[in-house]
């Protein structure tokens, strides 16, 4: 009974949400490609979201906490000294928090992941191709079609040169992209790398029936798994079974992982490479592999050493490593930089500036021009989100979005922790969004990336991702208590 309860409670997606749930994954696959379809998509979808389930949103605690943040930002657009400028930074951030808001509600389970998932490797596949081919093959076009609807630039040699930016506005930028999307493939590409041990282990032959197969491996009839429920949950877990019995995902995965992990070194990114080594590490512990770790450990302990030891041991090291990587992380690879251009100097100056007007900032999108009026060098930001944040709206503010943050990544790692609740395939799902959420917080500590429309919508989705199956597990307590 109360199994029937729940099946009519948080499956009602397949029936009324399913048809704006498949745009959003259209618009994901299109994003890379026309920003301008791919958030007009998202746009109708969320306001969609939010026309049919306002009451539900709306009776959110998170969704309090971004309405009284959005309050903050507006009132300190408000005291801006230049004004203009404050309201329109405003859009970097409002139209998203309706966004998450409007997804949280839409994805709900874990099902609705892999589809994400799926959707952002598949899309992430000709920006890389083309970022590779930009690189080695001296790639060069600018293309429009029905005016800014489809619209490919790609400038020869990269931006900066040498380094590769594919469509994406600079190597940076492209950088946090792939380093996102590596992390759902690598943890796509484990799954299916698992099933395929699964059907090995159960000793899988042509004379045995694949639903039988499927079947087997399904947990016990009386033994419901929190994602799957019932003879519903049951049919879909045997049909993803059964199609991940075909090598084509697991190939694909693999030229996937291989290549967004190619143009990820590429695009020359410090803090990418960091990121995606963290990852892969993460995943290594996660699943065990001790002997993985150490290789990885040892790999990038050379590097280091490399780059960074005294000169009779780097020296050494360094007929190993490539300086490629060695002369990237210790700068010898680009010589006298402008110390205004080092981020050590940009995060002082932001500092200094929030300590200044602690309560309002000096508004949104002020930290370029006062920064080139006090180091005559223009920077678009001091590359580092939180202290942005604080200089330009505020400690009230800063503090509250990360307070909301955090509120995330907490009950997030309490949902993991229900591992007995949890089936494996889903927990490793789960597993790597979490992964991708604390990258993207990595990521906005040494940058900033919500000036990139394409990357600032995909961060927040993913955000919504992980509330949305969060709250849906919440709420599937309260029910069951109150059924109890």
């Given at each position: 009974?109360?199994?029937?309860?729940?099946?009519?409670?948080?499956?009602?997606?397949?029936?009324?949400?399913?048809?704006?749930?498949?745009?959003?994954?259209?618009?994901?696959l299109i994003f890379p490609l026309s920003p301008l379809v791919g958030a007009v998509t998202v746009g109708f979808v969320s306001l969609i979201t939010w026309l049919k389930q306002s009451r539900k949103i709306n009776r959110r605690p998170l969704n309090w906490g971004f309405a009284l943040l959005s309050v903050l930002l507006i009132v300190s657009a408000g005291f801006a000294q230049d004004k203009t400028a404050a309201f329109l930074g405003l859009f970097n951030l409002l139209p998203f928090f309706?966004?998450?808001?409007?997804?949280?509600?839409?994805?709900?389970?874990?099902?609705?992941?892999?589809?994400?998932?799926?959707?952002?490797?598949?899309?992430?596949?000709?920006?890389?191709?083309?970022?590779?081919?930009?690189?080695?093959?001296?790639?060069?076009?600018?293309?429009?079609?029905?005016?800014?609807?489809?619209?490919?630039?790609?400038?020869?040699?990269?931006?900066?040169?040498?380094?590769?930016?594919?469509?994406?506005?600079?190597?940076?930028?492209?950088?946090?992209?792939?380093?996102?999307?590596?992390?759902?493939?690598?943890?796509?590409?484990?799954?299916?790398?698992?099933?395929?041990?699964?059907?090995?282990?159960?000793?899988?032959?042509?004379?045995?029936?694949?639903?039988?197969?499927?079947?087997?491996?399904?947990?016990?009839?009386?033994?419901?798994?929190?994602?799957?429920?019932?003879?519903?949950?049951?049919?879909?877990?045997?049909?993803?079974?059964?199609?991940?019995?075909?090598?084509?995902?697991?190939?694909?995965?693999?030229?996937?992982?291989?290549?967004?992990?190619?143009?990820?070194?590429?695009?020359?990114?410090?803090?990418?490479?960091?990121?995606?080594?963290?990852?892969?590490?993460?995943?290594?512990?996660?699943?065990?592999?001790?002997?993985?770790?150490?290789?990885?450990?040892?790999?990038?302990?050379?590097?280091?050493?490399?780059?960074?030891?005294?000169?009779?041991?780097?020296?050494?090291?360094?007929?190993?490593?490539?300086?490629?990587?060695?002369?990237?992380?210790?700068?010898?690879?680009?010589?006298?930089?402008?110390?205004?251009?080092?981020?050590?100097?940009?995060?002082?100056?932001?500092?200094?500036?929030?300590?200044?007007?602690?309560?309002?900032?000096?508004?949104?999108?002020?930290?370029?021009?006062?920064?080139?009026?006090?180091?005559?060098?223009?920077?678009?930001?001091?590359?580092?989100?939180?202290?942005?944040?604080?200089?330009?709206?505020?400690?009230?503010?800063?503090?509250?979005?990360?307070?909301?943050?955090?509120?995330?990544l907490i009950t997030s790692v309490q949902l993991l922790q229900k591992s007995k609740y949890i089936n494996t395939g889903d927990k490793l799902i789960f597993f790597s969004y979490l992964l991708s959420f604390v990258g993207w917080i990595l990521l906005n500590t040494v940058d900033v990336t919500?000036?990139?429309?394409?990357?600032?919508?995909?961060?927040?989705?993913?955000?919504?991702?992980?509330?949305?199956?969060?709250?849906?597990?919440?709420?599937?307590?309260?029910?069951?208590?109150?059924?109890?």
């Amino acid at each position: 009974m109360l199994g029937a309860s729940l099946n009519k409670v948080f499956d009602y997606f397949k029936s009324r949400w399913q048809s704006s749930w498949n745009y959003s994954l259209w618009a994901l696959l299109i994003f890379p490609l026309s920003p301008l379809v791919g958030a007009v998509t998202v746009g109708f979808v969320s306001l969609i979201t939010w026309l049919k389930q306002s009451r539900k949103i709306n009776r959110r605690p998170l969704n309090w906490g971004f309405a009284l943040l959005s309050v903050l930002l507006i009132v300190s657009a408000g005291f801006a000294q230049d004004k203009t400028a404050a309201f329109l930074g405003l859009f970097n951030l409002l139209p998203f928090f309706l966004l998450f808001a409007a997804h949280s509600a839409l994805i709900q389970t874990f099902t609705q992941l892999r589809q994400m998932a799926w959707a952002l490797v598949i899309g992430s596949m000709p920006v890389a191709i083309m970022g590779l081919g930009q690189l080695f093959l001296g790639w060069s076009f600018k293309f429009e079609f029905v005016w800014v609807v489809f619209s490919w630039t790609i400038t020869p040699g990269g931006n900066p040169p040498g380094r590769i930016a594919s469509l994406f506005l600079h190597a940076n930028t492209f950088a946090a992209y792939l380093v996102i999307v590596f992390i759902l493939s690598l943890g796509l590409w484990i799954e299916q790398w698992r099933l395929g041990i699964g059907y090995w282990r159960l000793g899988i032959r042509g004379s045995t029936s694949l639903r039988e197969a499927a079947r087997s491996l399904l947990p016990r009839s009386g033994t419901a798994t929190f994602s799957d429920r019932g003879a519903e949950g049951q049919r879909s877990r045997g049909e993803r079974l059964t199609a991940s019995h075909s090598p084509v995902p697991f190939f694909f995965l693999t030229v996937a992982v291989i290549t967004n992990f190619i143009t990820l070194i590429f695009t020359n990114s410090r803090n990418g490479w960091a990121i995606a080594i963290f990852a892969c590490l993460a995943y290594a512990l996660y699943q065990g592999w001790r002997i993985l770790v150490g290789s990885v450990a040892a790999i990038v302990s050379s590097v280091f050493l490399a780059a960074f030891a005294p000169s009779a041991v780097a020296h050494i090291f360094r007929w190993v490593v490539p300086a490629f990587f060695w002369a990237r992380l210790n700068d010898d690879m680009y010589p006298d930089r402008p110390v205004a251009l080092m981020r050590k100097t940009q995060w002082e100056f932001a500092w200094s500036l929030a300590q200044q007007h602690p309560w309002t900032g000096w508004g949104l999108r002020s930290f370029s021009n006062l920064y080139k009026a006090k180091m005559q060098i223009p920077l678009g930001h001091p590359h580092n989100l939180f202290l942005m944040l604080s200089a330009e709206t505020g400690f009230p503010s800063a503090f509250l979005f990360c307070g909301l943050l955090a509120w995330i990544l907490i009950t997030s790692v309490q949902l993991l922790q229900k591992s007995k609740y949890i089936n494996t395939g889903d927990k490793l799902i789960f597993f790597s969004y979490l992964l991708s959420f604390v990258g993207w917080i990595l990521l906005n500590t040494v940058d900033v990336t919500l000036f990139d429309f394409r990357l600032n919508t995909v961060s927040w989705l993913i955000l919504a991702a992980i509330s949305g199956v969060v709250h849906r597990d919440r709420e599937k307590d309260r029910l069951a208590s109150h059924q109890n």
